[in-house]
């Protein structure tokens, strides 16, 4: 069974730092490019970052880019999401998402539970 | 970036009846079109992939369509439990989500 467990969100004031992680299991990891997705309280979702299986690629939404990375470590079927600078209005729950393969482009056939990152003073 | 427009923001079906949900593209996005379907307090989930294609587990009352600009999500049967939030993804121009569609069922 596919399972992406996220950890790592809570409480930070604006301008902190917080990494978030994701543990993968139940598939080959390195069988699969991974993404970072996220939902502001009451909003619809947006994607925010992609990397490739052995990280050769990697985007960012334009919201995010200069202030979040994203990396992964396969030995450890591991995601995770440094987000540094934060503000306000990156509070959201933030989902890491399998993509499902398509050489066509990036859609997702996995989603974790999802954890929250509240940035607040 | 390709803005998805989804159409109704809202709407509401008795249970056995059909709901048809609506998904248009800025631009042609050929048939890179996904749905997903997102519950109070959970994460989405993939429903449809290539604008028609039912991922794993997905019954067969869950119908997608459309291909260009146009995309329709329809609803045949619904159960109490189909109540959610209805999104459509392009992954044709790298990607973008629809605002999404609440689906209430009673």
């Known amino acids: 069974e596919v399972q992406l467990v996220e950890s790592g969100g809570g409480l930070v004031q604006p301008g902190g730092s917080l990494r978030l992680s994701c543990a993968a299991s139940?598939?080959?990891?390195?069988?699969?490019?991974m993404n970072w997705v996220r939902q502001a309280p009451g909003k619809g979702l947006e994607w925010i970052s992609y990397?490739?299986?052995?990280?050769?690629?990697?985007y960012y939404a334009d919201s995010v880019k200069g202030h979040f990375i994203i990396s992964r470590d396969n030995a450890r079927n591991s995601l995770y999401l440094q987000m540094n600078s934060l503000r306000a209005e990156d509070t959201a729950v933030y989902f890491c998402?399998?993509?499902?393969?398509?050489?066509?482009?990036?859609?997702?056939?996995?989603w974790g539970q999802g954890t929250l990152v509240n940035v607040s003073s | 970036e390709v803005v998805m427009t989804q159409s109704p923001a809202s709407l509401s079906v008795s249970p056995g009846g059909r709901a048809t949900l609506s998904c248009r593209a800025g631009q042609s996005v050929g048939t890179n079109l996904a749905w997903y379907q997102q519950k109070p307090g959970q994460a989405p989930r993939l429903l449809i992939y290539d604008a028609s294609t039912r991922a794993t587990g997905m019954p067969a009352r869950f119908r997608g369509s459309g291909s260009g600009t146009e995309f329709t999500l329809t609803i045949s049967s619904l159960h109490s439990e189909d109540s959610a939030v209805y999104y459509c993804?392009?992954?044709?121009?790298?990607?973008?989500f629809g605002q999404g569609t609440k689906l209430e069922i009673k």
């Open positions: 139940g598939f080959s990891f390195t069988n699969y490019s």
């Open positions: 990397t490739t299986s052995w990280s050769k690629t990697i």
């Open positions: 993804q392009q992954y044709d121009h790298w990607l973008s």
């Open positions: 998402v399998r993509d499902h393969g398509d050489p066509q482009g990036p859609h997702f056939d996995y």
